[in-house]
């Protein structure tokens, strides 16, 4: 799971903060694709909280089966994110 938050992380915000330096190095004004724009956030926000769930279910302990739930929660969003 850390390896794919790396990996989205790495990919909209190291790329894209290298590309919005290089493109503002060149031109004063730049215009962005807002359909591009939603979609990265889209994605980093659904890997985000996909990593928080189960993780924050775990931390808490509500139920005495947490580690089942949260499992349980892990696989689910697992399959929304291969999706």
Request: charge should be positive.
């Amino acid at each position: 799971q850390l390896s794919l938050l790396g990996s989205i992380f790495t990919n909209l915000l190291l790329v894209m903060g290298c590309a919005f330096l290089a493109g503002g190095l060149k031109h004063s004004e730049q215009t962005f694709n807002k359909q591009g724009v939603s979609l990265n956030a889209g994605l980093l926000l659904l890997s985000v909280v996909a990593l928080i769930l189960p993780a924050t279910l775990q931390a808490t302990k509500t139920n005495s089966d947490s580690e089942g739930n949260a499992l349980h929660i892990s696989r689910i969003s697992s399959a929304f994110l291969l999706v």
